[in-house]
């Protein structure tokens, strides 16, 4: 049996969205700026694809920017801001779990000379709004906050820290990364204060390669590519048309049945966890399993380094990720780091990440594999140790 739980990585495509963009290499193969029919038609089809992905949001069409990915939405939006700020108000908040296309953005903005406020969080990696809100001055910009972590899954409050910064008697521009929200977390933007936000289409059956940015005021957006005009003068050069192409199909499949998904790929984890705590001893839980999101899965296991379970593992066909990406300055993952977990329990971290292809027979699989595993390489370490 194969089985993959590694979901927050990337996803496998939707057998829908591999034939909509083969459809686009070999029949729709034209430039959409064309002038003669073919380019037309395909400029009609992506206009298509950016109403549905905004009527899934809420927001209007010429909203949705297409581009690369999470990545560069997170890079373009946070220079974007910095740009047309920098001479009045160069502070910028965001938090100690965010992914490093964003604190290594504004890393790089802080040796120019910005004011970074990094904030903490609590040991379910939430952050408190009253620190936020004492963080505010009236040189802030911009405050970043992801919607769903990608380590532990904590859904952050992004609901309130948008009407907290509504309040305030100057502007601050919102942006939210939403990579591993998007399709698992049922939300509109119309409902929320928002000013940008940034999407992966490979975290949802889609291609790599291909994402989106959502930016609420166009006029307040400073492009990181110029060119030919493309994407409203917003992101030029050629469109990614199968990248397009198969993002849009995922959406359509995915928001087809949005709800009964993130039931589904919930009930899944909660089993999986069910399963975990019933057949190993000495593991904890990183995750908030009540509050999360419906597809991460971060568990410690006592006296075994997650590296090595994962390769285990590997040898079973069952692929999972660690908590233990490299940190220059701490040992282990920054966001479990940021939860104060201690450095046994980041070594023995292992994510699991779930979709709506996920059964029982895989995880009772997995469980089966796991305990195994961890009993051998735990009986081996206290034979080391005598």
Same mark, same amino acid.
């Given at each position: %049996?194969? !089985?993959?739980?590694?979901?927050?990585?990337?996803?496998?495509?939707?057998?829908?969205?591999? *034939?909509? %963009?083969?459809?686009?290499?070999?029949?729709?193969?034209?430039?959409?700026?064309?002038?003669?029919?073919?380019?037309?038609?395909?400029?009609?089809?992506?206009?298509?694809?950016?109403?549905?992905?905004?009527?899934?949001?809420?927001?209007?069409?010429?909203?949705?920017?297409?581009?690369?990915?999470?990545?560069?939405?997170?890079?373009? $939006?946070?220079?974007?801001?910095?740009?047309?700020?920098?001479?009045? /108000?160069?502070?910028?908040?965001?938090?100690?779990?965010? =992914?490093?296309?964003?604190?290594?953005?504004?890393?790089?903005?802080?040796?120019?000379?910005? &004011?970074?406020?990094?904030?903490?969080?609590?040991?379910?990696?939430?952050?408190?709004?009253?620190?936020?809100?004492?963080? $505010?001055?009236?040189?802030?910009?911009?405050?970043?906050?992801?919607? !769903?972590?990608?380590?532990?899954?904590?859904?952050?409050?992004? /609901?309130?820290?948008?009407?907290?910064?509504?309040?305030?008697?100057?502007?601050?521009?919102?942006?939210?990364?939403?990579?591993?929200?998007?399709?698992?977390? &049922?939300?509109?933007?119309?409902?929320? +204060?928002?000013?940008?936000?940034?999407?992966?289409? =490979?975290?949802?059956?889609?291609?790599?390669?291909?994402?989106?940015?959502?930016?609420? &005021?166009?006029?307040?957006?400073?492009?990181?590519?110029?060119?030919?005009?493309?994407?409203?003068?917003?992101?030029?050069?050629? *469109?990614?048309?199968?990248?397009?192409?198969?993002?849009?199909?995922?959406?359509?499949?995915?928001?087809?049945?949005?709800?009964?998904?993130?039931?589904?790929? +919930? +009930?899944?984890?909660?089993?999986?966890?069910?399963?975990?705590?019933?057949?190993?001893?000495?593991?904890?839980?990183?995750? &908030?399993?009540?509050?999360? !999101?419906?597809?991460?899965?971060?568990?410690?296991?006592?006296?075994?380094?997650?590296?090595?379970?994962?390769?285990?593992?590997?040898?079973?066909?069952?692929?999972?990720?660690?908590?233990?990406?490299?940190?220059?300055?701490?040992?282990?993952?920054?966001?479990?780091?940021? $939860?104060?977990?201690?450095?046994?329990?980041?070594?023995?971290?292992?994510?699991?990440?779930?979709?709506?292809?996920?059964?029982?027979?895989?995880?009772?699989?997995?469980?089966?594999?796991?305990?195994?595993?961890?009993?051998?390489?735990?009986?081996?370490?206290?034979?080391?140790?005598?």
């Amino acid at each position: %049996m194969k !089985v993959y739980l590694d979901n927050s990585a990337t996803t496998k495509p939707y057998k829908e969205v591999v *034939e909509e %963009m083969i459809v686009s290499l070999t029949d729709d193969f034209s430039n959409p700026s064309a002038a003669y029919r073919d380019g037309f038609e395909i400029e009609k089809k992506i206009k298509q694809i950016r109403k549905n992905i905004a009527r899934t949001l809420g927001v209007e069409d010429k909203s949705i920017i297409f581009n690369s990915g999470g990545t560069e939405s997170n890079n373009s $939006i946070i220079r974007s801001v910095a740009s047309l700020n920098k001479k009045r /108000k160069n502070h910028i908040i965001t938090t100690a779990i965010e =992914h490093p296309a964003v604190l290594n953005t504004v890393k790089s903005l802080e040796d120019d000379g910005f &004011d970074i406020t990094v904030l903490d969080v609590d040991s379910k990696g939430y952050i408190n709004i009253e620190e936020l809100e004492a963080a $505010i001055t009236e040189k802030t910009s911009l405050v970043s906050v992801m919607f !769903v972590n990608n380590e532990i899954g904590c859904i952050e409050p992004i /609901k309130e820290i948008g009407e907290l910064l509504k309040k305030q008697n100057h502007k601050i521009f919102f942006h939210v990364d939403a990579v591993q929200a998007y399709g698992k977390v &049922d939300f509109k933007l119309s409902d929320m +204060n928002i000013d940008f936000m940034s999407v992966s289409g =490979h975290k949802i059956h889609g291609p790599k390669g291909i994402g989106f940015m959502y930016i609420k &005021d166009t006029s307040k957006f400073k492009p990181l590519l110029e060119g030919g005009g493309q994407e409203f003068n917003l992101r030029s050069g050629t *469109e990614n048309v199968p990248g397009i192409y198969g993002i849009g199909k995922a959406v359509e499949i995915v928001f087809s049945n949005l709800e009964e998904n993130i039931s589904y790929i +919930n +009930n899944l984890k909660n089993y999986l966890w069910e399963k975990l705590s019933e057949n190993i001893d000495d593991i904890k839980l990183n995750s &908030d399993l009540e509050n999360g !999101v419906c597809h991460i899965l971060n568990v410690s296991f006592a006296d075994v380094k997650g590296e090595v379970l994962l390769h285990y593992l590997e040898g079973d066909n069952i692929s999972v990720s660690t908590g233990s990406a490299c940190s220059a300055k701490k040992k282990g993952s920054h966001v479990l780091n940021a $939860i104060a977990l201690s450095p046994n329990e980041i070594e023995g971290a292992v994510r699991f990440s779930l979709c709506d292809m996920n059964t029982k027979e895989e995880i009772d699989y997995t469980v089966e594999k796991i305990k195994s595993h961890v009993e051998m390489i735990r009986l081996l370490s206290k034979r080391k140790r005598r």
